[in-house]
């Protein structure tokens, strides 16, 4: 006898059948398309690296993603980010989970770098989100709101290096507090730039008393200088 859960899952394959039918998807890498249940069309997958790579956030966290930011995966991004596809959540989260379930292990809630009220109103979305909630359900662990942004500041790529440390201080609060401590934490972004947005996320949860607190993102972009280095995730 199917369970709820279970009917609930059929509708959901259902509905994905029939929009793949008369909305057949769309490769985020290259926007042409695809065929259902893939998350990439083939020329874009053989592209895709086989590994993954790292750098570290401000404060030491180390942070993981599949691609750097450049090419195909720069458009996907952009796409995803820009240019109102939130559905493209879906394709990209997949290969974050790769590197995440190769990388980290004993994760127990997903959680985002959060959307000023003002930005989210004006993107209808917060990209971040979306991306940790799918790969909070492919995970089969919670997803939680667990920071909020109280400043709009300006964005970072905006700032001088000197002034990325200053802007975004104050920036960001805890919430659910009591859902964090003793907890490790996949803090989830769409790209990792100079890495101050992510430090002070991640050290305003772990002030919460989480753990551990891991890093994801689609990219990490290549830094202006060599005082900043991009590693290649290793198995």
């Given at each position: 006898?199917l369970t ?47 590994s993954g ?29 820009f240019g ?152």
């Amino acid at each position: 006898m199917l369970t709820i859960t279970g009917i609930k899952e059929c509708f959901e394959w259902l509905i994905q059948i029939l929009l793949a039918v008369f909305y057949p998807p769309i490769c985020p890498y290259c926007n042409s398309f695809m065929k259902p249940n893939r998350y990439a069309c083939r020329d874009c997958t053989r592209k895709i690296p086989l590994s993954g790579f790292w750098s570290v956030a401000f404060g030491g966290y180390r942070c993981i993603a599949p691609f750097i930011y450049e090419g195909i995966f720069k458009d996907a991004v952009h796409r995803f980010k820009f240019g109102n596809k939130p559905q493209f959540a879906r394709f990209l989260a997949e290969p974050m989970l790769y590197v995440v379930s190769r990388q980290y292990a004993n994760i127990d809630l997903v959680t985002c770098v959060p959307l000023h009220e003002k930005n989210l109103k004006e993107r209808g979305y917060n990209q971040s989100k979306l991306l940790a909630k799918r790969i909070a359900k492919r995970m089969g662990i919670p997803y939680l709101d667990a920071l909020k942004k109280i400043k709009n500041n300006q964005l970072q790529h905006y700032q001088l290096k000197s002034e990325r440390e200053n802007n975004v201080k104050n920036v960001y609060i805890a919430i659910n507090k009591e859902n964090l401590y003793n907890k490790n934490i996949l803090l989830c972004d769409d790209i990792l730039t100079t890495g101050h947005t992510l430090g002070v996320c991640a050290e305003k949860l772990r002030e919460c008393g989480a753990k551990k607190v891991f890093c994801v993102t689609v990219c990490i972009v290549i830094p202006d200088t060599g005082a900043d280095i991009i590693y290649e995730v290793h198995e």
